[in-house]
């Protein structure tokens, strides 16, 4: 899988101006652990829909996409055989 979730969250609380400690404080969290999530390639699910809610961000959408691209690429293969 090629999604880097973490840096996908990063970029939506810089995009949306939201700090690292805003998100520590609604997750109940250290700001290293923030950081830690940012450094992330998977992720717990149950984290990933905290962090969508409080976000406002389907990050589930990033993860189908990437699920739809892949089986395109694997489809096109098997095409060319």
């Given at each position: 899988?090629?999604?880097?979730?973490?840096?996908?969250?990063?970029e939506q609380v810089r995009k949306q101006?939201?700090?690292?400690?805003?998100?520590?404080?609604?997750?109940?969290?250290?700001?290293?652990?923030?950081?830690?999530?940012?450094?992330?390639?998977?992720?717990d699910i149950v984290l990933l829909h905290?962090?969508?809610?409080?976000?406002?961000?389907?990050?589930?959408?990033?993860?189908?996409?990437?699920?739809?691209?892949e089986k395109d690429r694997a489809d096109?293969?098997?095409?060319?055989?």
């Amino acid at each position: 899988m090629n999604v880097d979730i973490g840096r996908i969250i990063e970029e939506q609380v810089r995009k949306q101006g939201r700090s690292v400690s805003w998100l520590a404080r609604q997750l109940s969290c250290h700001r290293t652990n923030i950081y830690d999530i940012f450094r992330r390639n998977n992720i717990d699910i149950v984290l990933l829909h905290r962090l969508s809610v409080l976000l406002d961000y389907d990050f589930f959408k990033e993860l189908s996409d990437e699920v739809r691209d892949e089986k395109d690429r694997a489809d096109g293969q098997a095409n060319h055989q």
